[in-house]
């Protein structure tokens, strides 16, 4: 596992530090949840469905994981100028 890779599961531990087979039913249907869709060419897809399923993550959790970060990083940004 590269540093980038490391980085990324230990962030996804902190953002979802349940099982990984239980995150997927760790965020409620409803009023404090939605639901978004998004699109991939096939190989991202592929690719990342790969390294879940290396590293036991859902999809799912990959993808809130990174938005948590970068809306973490925008709003430190925005506190700088």
């Known amino acids: 596992m590269n540093t980038e890779e490391r980085q990324l599961a230990e962030m ?5 530090p349940e099982p990984p087979h239980r995150v997927t039913g760790s965020l409620p249907v409803g009023e404090d ?6 699109r991939l060419p096939s190989d991202r ?19 809130r994981g990174l938005v948590e970060r970068f809306l973490e990083q925008q709003g ?3 506190a700088r100028g």
């Open 33 to 38: 949840s939605q639901l978004i869709t998004i």
């Open 12 to 16: 996804l531990h902190r953002v979802t």
């Open 76 to 78: 430190r940004s925005e």
């Open 45 to 63: 897809h592929a690719e990342l469905r790969g390294w879940c399923t290396e590293h036991e993550f859902t999809m799912a959790a990959v993808v």
